[in-house]
T-cell receptor, first 114, second 112 residues
Framework: ETGVTQSPTHLIKTRGQQVTLRCSSQSGHNTVSWYQQALGQGPQFIFQYYREEENGRGNFPPRFSGLQFPNYSSELNVNALELDDSALYLC?????????????FGSGTRLTVV | SQQGEEDPQALSIQEGENATMNCSYKTSINNLQWYRQNSGRGLVHLILIRSNEREKHSGRLRVTLDTSKKSSSLLITASRAADTASYFCATRSGGSNYKLTFGKGTLLTVNP
C-alpha cells in the first residue's frame, strides 16, 4: 500500500508567476484535500475533491484552483503568486470523503515566493 | 480561521515522563483528530475520537473528549526522544463540509 506522494518537494517562484503542485493519493482513497501551512501555524483548508468534483472550499481566493483526475490524483494550481503564498502545501487523502476516518498526508511541497 | 487551540504552545519534558496536551474548540463537531508533525513535514494521523466517545486509547496514547466543555486532551505516556514533534488537534464538523480545522499546535520536546 503506497502512501500519499507530493511533487515537487521544494519550489521557488517569483511573485506574479503561476505554480502547479501535484499529489498522488493513497491506493484506494477517492478523496483528496489540500492544505496550506504557514510557518508556525496549523494547516489551513484550501479545498477538497471527491470523485473529481470539488466538495468543499476554504477561505482562499479563486486564484487557488484544483483538479482531481480519474485515478484520484490531484493538482493544486495557484495563479498570480504573492509573497504571502510562501508556505508548506500539504495534500491529504482519505476514503469516503474522510467521514470518521483519519487522513493520510503527504510530506508536502515547500513553496517560496520571492 | 483556527477552530482548535492547543495548550501549551510548547512543552519540554524528560524521557520517560508523561506529556499532556490540551485542545479547545469553538463549534460542534463530528469528530476530533490528533496529528503529529516532525520538522515541518507531513502530518501523521495518530488517533480519531468521535463526538459520542469520551476516551480512546492507542498504544501509549490516550485521548479524552469533553463535548460539553468543547475540549480534548492527548496524553503520551512514557515519552521517548522520538516523540519530539509538533502535535495538532483537528476538528471535523458535521454536514457535507468535510474539512479539518486545525489549531496552531503544541511543540513537544523530549530530552534524552
Amino acid at each position: 500500500e503506497t502512501g500519499v506522494t507530493q511533487s515537487p518537494t521544494h519550489l521557488i517562484k517569483t511573485r506574479g508567476q503561476q505554480v502547479t503542485l501535484r499529489c498522488s493519493s493513497q491506493s484506494g482513497h477517492n478523496t483528496v484535500s489540500w492544505y496550506q501551512q504557514a510557518l508556525g501555524q496549523g494547516p489551513q483548508f484550501i479545498f477538497q475533491y471527491y470523485r473529481e468534483e470539488e466538495n468543499g472550499r476554504g477561505n482562499f481566493p479563486p486564484r487557488f484552483s484544483g483538479l482531481q483526475f480519474p485515478n484520484y490524483s490531484s493538482e493544486l494550481n495557484v495563479n498570480a503568486l504573492e509573497l504571502d503564498d510562501s508556505a508548506l502545501y500539504l495534500c491529504a487523502s482519505s476514503g469516503n470523503r474522510g467521514q470518521n476516518y483519519g487522513y493520510t498526508f503527504g510530506s508536502g511541497t515547500r513553496l517560496t515566493v520571492v | 480561521s483556527q477552530q482548535g487551540e492547543e495548550d501549551p504552545q510548547a512543552l519540554s519534558i524528560q524521557e520517560g515522563e508523561n506529556a499532556t496536551m490540551n485542545c479547545s474548540y469553538k463549534t460542534s463537531i463530528n469528530n476530533l483528530q490528533w496529528y503529529r508533525q516532525n520538522s515541518g513535514r507531513g502530518l501523521v494521523h495518530l488517533i480519531l475520537i468521535r463526538s459520542n466517545e469520551r476516551e480512546k486509547h492507542s498504544g501509549r496514547l490516550r485521548v479524552t473528549l469533553d463535548t460539553s466543555k468543547k475540549s480534548s486532551s492527548l496524553l503520551i505516556t512514557a515519552s521517548r526522544a522520538a516523540d519530539t514533534a509538533s502535535y495538532f488537534c483537528a476538528t471535523r464538523s458535521g454536514g457535507s463540509n468535510y474539512k479539518l480545522t486545525f489549531g496552531k499546535g503544541t511543540l513537544l520536546t523530549v530530552n534524552p
